[in-house]
């Protein structure tokens, strides 16, 4: 479970992830980077990743980060291959999404009732050009490049999500043009709890 290509963020290790097997991975220290208290803390893998959402009965949304040294259908296939997930479909709380869309292609072929969710930067009025071999379950973009005009299109086909939101004025803005929901690195903010229908 990584977002970079390469150990260089969090270790100042130039080694790209794709040259390393699992054996070497597990050796990298994840946490000092972030602060002491965390030293020694492992990478975590798909399969690590996926023991812990079942404990702690969560839903997932795996991203595909596309790689360049790595072709997608070998991310697909890996990520396919991976014990648990199918059991986190059956229960309706997993989502697949990636700003790759031919990977997501890729698992609609062995997967077609898997939802999907199609990730753009800069979304334009061409948006369903992309997709191509899949139909999403979702559209999710970042916030700055969607027009009310562009919200009012997606919405007439496909829930609509924005990343990465952490006000309350942007949520707000967000909210008043349609969006379903957004992505937020401080959920847990009161004045974004507070925009959030309670049930």
Not at 47 to 59: K, N, S, Y
């Amino acid at each position: 479970m990584m977002h970079d290509e390469t150990l260089e963020r969090l270790t100042g290790m130039p080694e790209h992830i794709s040259d390393m097997d699992r054996e070497s991975l597990l050796q990298v220290d994840a946490g000092t980077w972030f602060s002491p208290v965390f030293a020694g803390e492992p990478l975590l893998f798909l399969d690590q990743a996926l023991d812990l959402i079942r404990t702690l009965g969560l839903g997932l949304n795996l991203e595909l980060k596309a790689n360049p040294a790595l072709p997608a259908r070998n991310l697909v296939d890996a990520v396919l291959a991976t014990n648990g997930l199918n059991a986190l479909h059956q229960q309706s709380r997993m989502l697949i999404s990636s700003f790759d869309h031919s990977a997501l292609a890729r698992i609609s072929i062995s997967k077609p009732d898997w939802p999907l969710g199609a990730l753009y930067h800069g979304i334009t009025t061409y948006w369903r050009d992309s997709l191509v071999g899949f139909s999403p379950y979702s559209i999710h973009t970042d916030y700055d490049s969607l027009t009310a005009e562009l919200a009012t299109d997606i919405l007439s086909e496909y829930p609509l999500y924005c990343y990465t939101v952490n006000d309350p004025i942007t949520f707000e803005r967000l909210l008043d043009k349609g969006v379903n929901g957004v992505f937020s690195d401080r959920a847990h903010a009161q004045g974004l709890r507070a925009l959030v229908p309670q049930t």
